[in-house]
């Protein structure tokens, strides 16, 4: 499987973007989805999941209400729209696949990252 991410960049404070990922090379429709994030220094974190059958999802309490995972599993591609975004949340953004879980080990692929930077 193959995973590649885009729609990063820089931003300011209380702007929003959306990050897009694309998948490739299985059913991409039965992976359940993840959102991580790592800033410098740091452990990669949890985002968001989404699963791959009925859309369920669920967050980190530092993005509830401000971020939405959402999936097109006809164009194979999971989404993270970030709104209301602050400093904290600057960072590179991972998307990965096939697991439910919020521990980054328990995920079997991933894609390269993109950088999100949120200015003040």
């Known amino acids: 499987v193959q995973l590649v991410e885009s729609g990063g960049g820089s931003v300011q404070a209380g702007a929003s973007l959306i990050l897009s990922c694309a998948a490739s090379g299985r059913t991409f429709n039965h992976f359940n989805m993840g959102w991580f994030r790592q800033a410098p220094g740091k452990e990669r974190e949890f985002v968001a999941a989404?699963?791959?059958?009925?859309?369920?999802?669920y967050y980190a309490d530092s993005v509830k209400g401000r971020f939405t995972i959402s999936r097109d599993n006809a164009d194979n591609t999971v989404y993270l729209q970030m709104n209301r975004l602050k400093p904290v949340d600057t960072a590179v953004y991972y998307c990965?696949?096939?697991?439910?879980?919020?521990?980054?080990?328990?995920?079997?692929?991933w894609g390269q990252g993109t950088q999100v930077t949120v200015s003040s």
């Open positions: 990965a696949a096939d697991s439910w879980a919020t521990t980054s080990t328990h995920y079997d692929y």
């Open positions: 989404i699963g791959w059958s009925d859309g369920r999802s």
